[in-house]
């Protein structure tokens, strides 16, 4: 089986500063993908990020850069420069092809923007 | 490019009664997931759907049943509606490859809340 798991249930951050969200995963399978989603209050789920397991370097789109340490099983979220509009909830999420698109979710973590 | 439409996006039902949630996948997506998502339990796979089959179901009761057409556009169905059936019901469409999970990032929709009194 699959598994996420998000740490921090919530966080701060001041505008402009950077900040890391934490995700562990557990998974056998050799080939998966993990995924960071963004869900502001009107509850639509926004993708961000994408890091597959063979993938060598680390994924980054914008502001997002996504760490990945396969070793440790860690796929954390890094929002640089964060602006009043990253105030959310994040997800990371695991999928594995092999079971379909299945997509395990984390708990959450709710990130708040401070001025 | 439209994106992934679901509807209603708020309902509100009695106990016993049944609701059916509709999703329309962007286009040239097979692929269209269903979640569930609670405040108590997170957000949880319900099934999915890939050229009219279900390819993939999670960990819910028969009342929980859904369906894709030709057009790849999906429904969802809940019947004898509980309190604890009261969650924002996503939507996800994707290309549905098994091979490469980069190209099967999930697009959601807004959602459809249910409330169930």
């Known amino acids: 089986a699959q598994k996420i798991t998000q740490t921090q249930p919530g966080m701060f951050v001041q505008e402009k500063e950077a900040v890391t969200l934490d995700c562990t995963y557990d998974?056998?399978?050799?080939?998966?993908?993990l995924f960071w989603y963004k869900q502001p209050s009107s509850g639509e789920m926004i993708f961000l990020i994408y890091q597959g397991s063979y993938d060598q370097q680390n994924a980054t789109e914008g502001r997002y850069s996504l760490n990945f340490q396969k070793a440790r099983k860690s796929a954390n979220l890094v929002i640089s420069a964060s602006q009043l509009g990253d105030s959310a909830m994040y997800f990371c999420?695991?999928?594995?092809?092999?079971?379909?698109?299945?997509?395990?979710f984390g708990t959450g973590t709710s990130l708040t923007v401070i001025p | 490019k439209a994106g992934v439409t679901q509807t209603p996006r708020y309902l509100i039902k009695t106990r016993g009664q049944q609701v059916t949630l509709s999703c329309s996948p962007i286009s040239g997506h097979r692929s269209v997931s269903w979640y569930q998502q609670t405040p108590g339990q997170g957000l949880q796979f319900l099934f999915e759907y890939f050229s009219e089959t279900q390819r993939n179901k999670g960990n819910f009761p028969g009342r929980f049943s859904g369906r894709q057409f030709s057009n790849s556009r999906s429904e969802m169905n809940v019947s004898t509606l509980e309190l604890g059936d009261s969650a924002l019901y996503l939507c996800a469409s994707s290309l549905g490859a098994r091979i490469d999970p980069g190209a099967n990032v999930l697009t959601f929709g807004a959602g459809s809340r249910l409330t169930v009194l």
């Open positions: 998974t056998s399978d050799p080939s998966y993908g």
């Open positions: 999420a695991i999928g594995v092809p092999r079971y379909g698109n299945q997509f395990y």
